[in-house]
Nanobody
Framework: QVQLVESGGGLVQAGGSLRLSCAAS????????MGWCRQAPGKEREFVATISQIGGSYYADSMKGRFTISRNNAKNSVYLQMNSLKPEDTAVYYC????????????????????WGQGTEVTVSS
Protein backbone atom coordinates (compact mmCIF):
# COMPACT_ATOMS: atom_id res chain seq x y z
CA GLN A 1 0.00 0.00 0.00
CA VAL A 2 1.02 3.57 -0.66
CA GLN A 3 -0.26 6.58 1.23
CA LEU A 4 -0.12 9.97 -0.48
CA VAL A 5 -0.73 13.36 1.13
CA GLU A 6 -0.90 16.51 -0.97
CA SER A 7 -0.37 20.08 0.16
CA GLY A 8 0.14 23.51 -1.34
CA GLY A 9 -3.19 24.26 -2.96
CA GLY A 10 -4.98 27.56 -2.55
CA LEU A 11 -6.36 30.64 -4.22
CA VAL A 12 -4.20 32.53 -6.71
CA GLN A 13 -4.78 35.18 -9.33
CA ALA A 14 -4.43 34.43 -13.01
CA GLY A 15 -0.79 34.59 -14.04
CA GLY A 16 0.38 33.56 -10.59
CA SER A 17 2.19 30.47 -9.37
CA LEU A 18 1.69 27.66 -6.90
CA ARG A 19 3.82 24.72 -5.85
CA LEU A 20 2.08 21.53 -4.89
CA SER A 21 3.79 18.89 -2.78
CA CYS A 22 2.99 15.24 -2.20
CA ALA A 23 4.50 13.12 0.54
CA ALA A 24 4.47 9.37 0.05
CA SER A 25 4.78 6.53 2.53
CA UNK A 26 4.23 2.80 2.73
CA UNK A 27 6.46 1.65 -0.12
CA UNK A 28 9.95 2.41 -1.37
CA UNK A 29 9.34 5.72 -3.09
CA UNK A 30 12.05 5.25 -5.68
CA UNK A 31 10.21 2.24 -7.11
CA UNK A 32 7.15 4.31 -7.97
CA UNK A 33 6.12 6.21 -11.06
CA MET A 34 4.54 9.40 -9.76
CA GLY A 35 1.99 11.67 -11.32
CA TRP A 36 -0.38 14.54 -10.90
CA CYS A 37 -3.93 14.55 -12.17
CA ARG A 38 -6.75 17.01 -11.71
CA GLN A 39 -10.53 17.16 -11.72
CA ALA A 40 -12.38 20.36 -12.45
CA PRO A 41 -15.99 20.85 -11.36
CA GLY A 42 -18.32 18.87 -13.59
CA LYS A 43 -15.47 17.26 -15.52
CA GLU A 44 -13.69 13.93 -15.51
CA ARG A 45 -10.34 13.48 -13.85
CA GLU A 46 -7.52 14.23 -16.30
CA PHE A 47 -3.81 13.56 -16.49
CA VAL A 48 -1.49 16.51 -15.79
CA ALA A 49 2.09 15.27 -15.50
CA THR A 50 4.16 12.21 -14.68
CA ILE A 51 7.73 11.50 -13.62
CA SER A 52 9.65 8.24 -13.86
CA GLN A 53 11.87 6.58 -11.27
CA ILE A 54 14.92 8.24 -12.80
CA GLY A 55 13.39 11.67 -13.37
CA GLY A 56 12.08 11.60 -16.91
CA SER A 57 8.83 13.53 -17.28
CA TYR A 58 5.85 14.02 -19.55
CA TYR A 59 3.07 16.58 -19.55
CA ALA A 60 -0.40 17.00 -20.91
CA ASP A 61 -0.31 19.42 -23.84
CA SER A 62 -2.05 22.29 -22.06
CA MET A 63 0.51 22.18 -19.21
CA LYS A 64 3.69 22.06 -21.27
CA GLY A 65 5.87 25.08 -20.62
CA ARG A 66 3.86 26.15 -17.58
CA PHE A 67 4.03 23.20 -15.17
CA THR A 68 7.10 21.33 -13.92
CA ILE A 69 7.02 18.03 -12.09
CA SER A 70 9.95 16.96 -9.95
CA ARG A 71 10.74 14.39 -7.29
CA ASN A 72 13.09 14.02 -4.35
CA ASN A 73 13.56 10.34 -3.61
CA ALA A 74 15.43 11.11 -0.38
CA LYS A 75 12.36 12.96 0.91
CA ASN A 76 9.78 10.57 -0.57
CA SER A 77 8.16 13.53 -2.25
CA VAL A 78 6.95 14.72 -5.62
CA TYR A 79 6.21 18.31 -6.55
CA LEU A 80 4.29 20.23 -9.16
CA GLN A 81 5.42 23.78 -9.86
CA MET A 82 2.61 25.61 -11.64
CA ASN A 83 3.33 28.93 -13.32
CA SER A 84 1.26 31.25 -15.51
CA LEU A 85 -1.89 29.85 -13.99
CA LYS A 86 -5.18 30.32 -15.80
CA PRO A 87 -8.76 30.22 -14.52
CA GLU A 88 -9.22 26.96 -16.43
CA ASP A 89 -6.55 25.40 -14.21
CA THR A 90 -9.02 25.57 -11.33
CA ALA A 91 -9.49 22.01 -10.07
CA VAL A 92 -8.74 19.56 -7.33
CA TYR A 93 -5.24 18.28 -7.93
CA TYR A 94 -4.41 14.71 -7.02
CA CYS A 95 -1.08 13.04 -6.46
CA UNK A 96 -0.96 9.52 -7.87
CA UNK A 97 1.46 6.60 -7.82
CA UNK A 98 1.99 3.38 -9.72
CA UNK A 99 4.67 0.71 -9.19
CA UNK A 100 7.26 1.14 -11.92
CA UNK A 101 7.81 -1.63 -14.46
CA UNK A 102 11.01 -0.07 -15.79
CA UNK A 103 13.20 2.83 -14.59
CA UNK A 104 12.05 4.86 -17.60
CA UNK A 105 8.36 4.11 -17.29
CA UNK A 106 5.79 6.89 -17.29
CA UNK A 107 2.04 6.72 -16.66
CA UNK A 108 0.08 9.18 -18.79
CA UNK A 109 -3.47 7.93 -18.20
CA UNK A 110 -5.20 8.80 -14.95
CA UNK A 111 -7.04 5.48 -14.71
CA UNK A 112 -3.76 3.54 -14.75
CA UNK A 113 -2.63 4.79 -11.36
CA UNK A 114 -3.26 2.45 -8.44
CA UNK A 115 -2.74 4.87 -5.57
CA TRP A 116 -4.24 8.29 -4.96
CA GLY A 117 -4.07 11.09 -2.47
CA GLN A 118 -7.09 12.97 -1.16
CA GLY A 119 -6.45 15.97 -3.36
CA THR A 120 -5.68 19.63 -2.85
CA GLU A 121 -7.85 22.38 -4.25
CA VAL A 122 -6.47 25.02 -6.59
CA THR A 123 -8.57 28.04 -7.49
CA VAL A 124 -7.37 30.56 -10.06
CA SER A 125 -9.27 33.81 -10.15
CA SER A 126 -9.50 35.99 -13.24
Amino acid sequence: QVQLVESGGGLVQAGGSLRLSCAASGRTFSTLVMGWCRQAPGKEREFVATISQIGGSYYADSMKGRFTISRNNAKNSVYLQMNSLKPEDTAVYYCAAEPARTPYGLVTVADEYDYWGQGTEVTVSS
